[in-house]
C-alpha cells in the first residue's frame, strides 16, 4: 500500500527566505505524487504533481518539487516565501484510483 | 457552476441525530470522492464513485456511513446516529478522467459537522 509521511507538522519561515517543506513516501510501484495546498476553511488546491516525467517539477505560486527516488522524496520548495504563502500543505500518493495524503504540514511566515 | 459545491458548509447535529451532506460535483465529472479531514489533520478517504458505481467504500469507518450517487451526479454522504467522534470537515472531490492515477483532483469547501 502506498504512504507518505511529512516531516514537521509546522514549519515557520520569515518573509523572503526559503520554503522547505519535507515529504517521503512509500510505494511498491512507481509513485504518483502530489501537493495540495489548503487555506483556511476552504478545500484542497493542487499545487503540483509528478507523474513519472521530469523529475523537477514546477508548480503554481512559484512552488517546485524535486522526485528522488534514491531518497524515497518529493520535497516542496519555494525561493522567497510570501505572506499569502502561509496555509496547510498536503503531500499525497496515487493508488488505487485515490489520493492518500500526509497528516500535513502547517506554513506560518513571519513578516 | 464552475467548481465542487458541498452543502451545508456548517452542520451541528446533536448525538444520535441522522444527517446528509450533499455534493455536486463539476459537470461531466465521471469519479467522484468523499474524504473525512479531523481536526489538525490530513484527508482520509472514505468512498470512491464511477459515475453512479461506488467502487470502492473500503474507508467508511462502520455501517452507519452510507453513501449514494444515483444518477452519476450529485453524491449525498449520510451519517447515521451520529457520535461525537464523527465530527469533521467532510470533503468532496471530482475528476474528469475514469481510470487515471494521475489526474487532478477538484476539492469543493467542505462540510463541517459537529456532532454534541
Known amino acids: 500500500a502506498q504512504s507518505v509521511t511529512q516531516l514537521g507538522s509546522h514549519v515557520s519561515v520569515s518573509e523572503g527566505a526559503l520554503v522547505l517543506l519535507r515529504c517521503n513516501y512509500s510505494s511498491s510501484v512507481p509513485p504518483y505524487l502530489f501537493w495540495y495546498v489548503q487555506y483556511p476553511n476552504q478545500g484542497l488546491q493542487l499545487l503540483l504533481k509528478y507523474t513519472s516525467a521530469a523529475t523537477l517539477v514546477k508548480g503554481i505560486n512559484g512552488f517546485e518539487a524535486e522526485f528522488k527516488k534514491s531518497e524515497t522524496s518529493f520535497h516542496l520548495t519555494k525561493p522567497s516565501a510570501h505572506m499569502s504563502d502561509a496555509a496547510e500543505y498536503f503531500c499525497?500518493?496515487?493508488?488505487?484510483?485515490?489520493?492518500?495524503f500526509g497528516q500535513g504540514t502547517r506554513l506560518t511566515i513571519n513578516p | 457552476g464552475a467548481g465542487v459545491s458541498q452543502s451545508p458548509r456548517y452542520k451541528v447535529a446533536k448525538r444520535g441525530q441522522d444527517v446528509a451532506l450533499r455534493c455536486d460535483p463539476i459537470?461531466?465529472?465521471?469519479?467522484l470522492f468523499w474524504y473525512q479531514q479531523a481536526l489538525g489533520q490530513g484527508p482520509e478517504f472514505l468512498t470512491y464513485f464511477q459515475n453512479e458505481a461506488q467502487l470502492d467504500k473500503s474507508g467508511l469507518p462502520s455501517d452507519r456511513f452510507f453513501a449514494e450517487r444515483p444518477e452519476g451526479s450529485v453524491s449525498t454522504l449520510k451519517i447515521q446516529r451520529t457520535q461525537q467522534e464523527d465530527s469533521a470537515v467532510y470533503l468532496c472531490?471530482?475528476?474528469?478522467?475514469?481510470?487515471?492515477?494521475?489526474?487532478?483532483?477538484?476539492f469543493g469547501e467542505g462540510s463541517r459537522l459537529t456532532v454534541l
Open positions: 499525497a500518493v496515487s493508488g488505487a484510483q485515490k489520493l492518500v
Open positions: 472531490a471530482s475528476r474528469t478522467t475514469r481510470f487515471s492515477n494521475t489526474g487532478e483532483l477538484f
Open positions: 459537470s461531466g465529472h465521471v469519479s
